[in-house]
T-cell receptor
Framework: KAGVTQTPRYLIKTRGQQVTLSCSPISGHRSVSWYQQTPGQGLQFLFE???????NKGNFPGRFSGRQFSNSRSEMNVSTLELGDSALYLCASSLVGPNTEAFFGQGTRLTVV | TQLLEQSPQFLSIQEGENLTVYCNSS?????LQWYRQEPGEGPVLLVT?????EVKKLKRLTFQFGDARKDSSLHITAAQPGDTGLYLCAGARVGNQFYFGTGTSLTVIP
């Protein structure tokens, strides 16, 4: 069974540009969550999607957005990139229900220069 | 404010030593997960504990869930260099909301 796949693995962007990251969840997993990880802040929750709807949202500015498709694949977009957006972006998929577990992809390393 | 606090934040020990990492919260969780993460990679799920007081063993790793389901501990016996990494605990709540701890960076020196 394939794991969570994130593409691309690495990205270098210039300040002011926008970027789209992709996440394909484990087959059968309909919940997809996104996290930002930086050395100083640890793992910060961005948002969670289920059945193409955003159910939970973390405390990030509106420049961070996401969506989920009917096949459960998800994308997140960051517009008007800032230097502080440089981070490892992680996607996790999970089943819905009690005692569920989150399975992570390898992440996308975004560097903003 | 972090919902889950881990301690210690950093740990550097010699190969063969034992160690314990703590994950504490004032909130109740339906389950709690432990992950290990290596630099530049995503966290890998080690174990999930569900029942208050539950103890799970994974080779040299022992995980315990507090009776009140608010805290957990990870004990490693005879640490090896391959145990080096960032250990994260995560509490799960209804609605697929996962709350991650602050992380414990472990270095095992050969």
């Amino acid at each position: 069974k394939a794991g969570v796949t994130q593409t691309p693995r690495y990205l270098i962007k210039t300040r002011g540009q926008q970027v789209t990251l992709s996440c394909s969840p484990i087959s059968g997993h309909r919940s997809v969550s996104w996290y930002q990880q930086t050395p100083g802040q640890g793992l910060q929750f961005l948002f969670e999607y289920f059945s193409e709807t955003q159910r939970n949202k973390g405390n990030f500015p509106g420049r961070f957005s996401g969506r989920q498709f009917s096949n459960s694949r998800s994308e997140m977009n960051v517009s008007t990139l800032e230097l502080g957006d440089s981070a490892l972006y992680l996607c996790a998929s999970s089943l819905v229900g009690p005692n569920t577990e989150a399975f992570f992809g390898q992440g996308t390393r975004l560097t903003v220069v | 404010t972090q919902l889950l606090e881990q301690s210690p934040q950093f740990l550097s020990i010699q190969e063969g030593e034992n160690l314990t990492v703590y994950c504490n919260s004032s909130s109740v969780f339906s389950s709690l997960q432990w992950y290990r993460q290596e630099p530049g990679e995503g966290p890998v799920l080690l174990v999930t504990v569900v029942t208050g007081g539950e103890v799970k063993k994974l080779k040299r790793l022992t995980f315990q869930f507090g009776d009140a389901r608010k805290d957990s501990s990870l004990h490693i016996t005879a640490a090896q260099p391959g145990d080096t990494g960032l250990y994260l605990c995560a509490g799960a709540r209804v609605g697929n909301q996962f709350y991650f701890g602050t992380g414990t960076s472990l270095t095992v020196i050969p």
